[in-house]
């Protein structure tokens, strides 16, 4: 049964939303630089979908190659890496910045201690695969803690990048007090979710994210795409969109919508409720990734603040009279042919674990989810929403 949900976010402040955060004249999209694989991602114009949304024109942020990975979530895990390591290390980030550099110093730096350094996270999905591979590429070790749900391809994808997965007796939230568990001196939490004295390291993988955006606004200053009139982004914890409000949130600015899992929708929730809630669980969308019960509580008040509060959005995509064009921010279709013709791209659908063994597999009972960071829009009601092939986190 498809469920349908509009929320508006009556907290609304873009004015009040902090710009992306640097690290003094250092900024994360240096470091990314010099990480080997870095290059810009596309952000192509969809005709098809612009058309079945009856808007101008669409562009997506296809984020299916970034760094070696299938996500955006690489921008995060490296730079907050970067930045554990930098106070593990007792130096400025200037003068870890830098991949080449920081791994010199790094081997020296453990083999004087003599004793192994591990990186450590909870994932339920791209993050965890991320540090597991900044760990590779550093040669340190890392411990990556997944939920009881995690289906098999994706702890051996993590596995495959050299890390110690442990399955953890319950979902995302256990996973994370499970990685709080081990932190000690010599194994490092890059956590990209935030709880009660740890706030520091996601407040960076936020930051990191920031390099996509400066990516976004490039394009559009080349001309390669429009100032957009909305953007879409989906929601997990949180900490992504808080990079998203931060690069684009201002008066005036464009419409921000979240897009989060029926089953899924903690920011929602929060939103509704006016303060940052804990769901219940499990957590049951067909996309692992945004399976959350709690929002990161340093990328809530980004959240909360982001979006126009009124007039509302509209129920549906804008009229095709409004001339008006959209930039989906990141989606986890894959540009190309598995994406159906005439897909809606703001429109995604949630399926329990279970139908998902096979990544070719469809979406059986679609539930839109859509949530937003100030503002929430549902998609149409009348029709079923077109499928779209949801790629892993
Ligand atoms: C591709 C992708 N998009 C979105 C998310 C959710 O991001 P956040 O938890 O920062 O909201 C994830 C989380 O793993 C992801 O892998």
Known sequence: MTTRR?????????????????AGAVVPRAFHQSLPGYAPTPLPPLPAAAEALGVRAVWLKDESERIGTPSFKILGASWATCRVLADWLGVEIAEVADFALLRAKLTAAVEQTGRPLALAAATDGNHGRAVAIMARLLGLSARIFVPADMVAERIAAIESEGAAVEVVDGGYDDAIRRSAEVAGPDVLVVSDTSWEGYTEPPAWVIDGY????????????????????VIAAQ?????????????FARPQGPRLIGVEPTLADCVTVSIERGELTEIPGPQTSIMAGLNCGTPSQIAWPDMQQAST?????????????????????????????????????????SVSPATMSSSSSRPKAPLIRRRMRRSCVQAPTTTPPPRVRLRGR
């Not at 042919?337 to 809606?344: A, E, H, L, Q």
């Open 235 to 247: 929601i997990g914890v949180g900490a992504f969109a808080a990079a998203v409000v931060r690069g």
């Open 309 to 349: 509060p009124s007039p509302p959005p509209p129920t549906t995509m804008p009229a095709r009279r409004c001339g008006c064009s959209l930039v989906m921010v990141w989606s986890p279709v894959r540009v190309g042919r598995p994406v159906p013709p005439g897909c809606s791209l703001i429109v995604t659908h």
């Open 210 to 229: 920031s390099t996509m955006m400066a990516e976004v606004h490039e394009a559009i200053a080349a001309g390669e795409a429009d100032e957009p009139t």
């Open 6 to 22: 509009l929320v508006t976010n009556p907290f609304a402040a873009p004015e009040a939303v902090a710009p992306p955060a640097d």
